[in-house]
């Protein structure tokens, strides 16, 4: 199984953007992909996951409203749409998978593998 996240960049507070997590491997329809951030100088933040069998979905409250999450089994890739970003979301973004019944708690340690981060960066 391997993850790949790309799609981040630069944008201006209040704009969108979206990420995308292309997934090999046995994991569309079988199990949960989340996204995940990192700030500098912070723990890691789980802020949405997507059960790829039974399309379940979870925020974590401090995203819900402006981001969204979706996947497509067919293309083998999850996204994070994230709209009226803040300089606060400033992170490396990385997404990774689970086959645990607790997926939708977003703790980092129930989730391998991971991806290699996208950083995306709100500024003025």
């Known amino acids: 199984v391997q993850l790949q996240a790309s799609g981040g960049g630069t944008v201006l507070p209040g704009a969108s953007l979206k990420v995308t997590c292309e997934v090999s491997?046995?994991?569309?329809?079988?199990?949960?992909v989340a996204w995940f951030r990192q700030a500098p100088g912070k723990e890691r933040e789980g802020i949405a996951c997507?059960?790829?069998?039974?399309?379940?979905?979870y925020y974590n409250e401090s995203v819900k409203g402006r981001f969204t999450i979706a996947s497509d089994n067919d293309r083998h890739a999850v996204y994070l749409q994230m709209s009226n970003l803040e300089p606060s979301d400033t992170a490396v973004y990385y997404c990774?998978?689970?086959?645990?019944?607790?997926?939708?708690?977003?703790?980092?340690?129930?989730?391998?593998?991971w991806g290699q981060g996208t950083l995306v960066t709100v500024s003025s």
């Open positions: 997507i059960h790829t069998g039974d399309g379940m979905i």
């Open positions: 990774a998978t689970s086959w645990k019944g607790r997926y939708y708690e977003l703790e980092p340690s129930f989730y391998t593998p």
């Open positions: 491997g046995d994991v569309m329809g079988t199990a949960a």
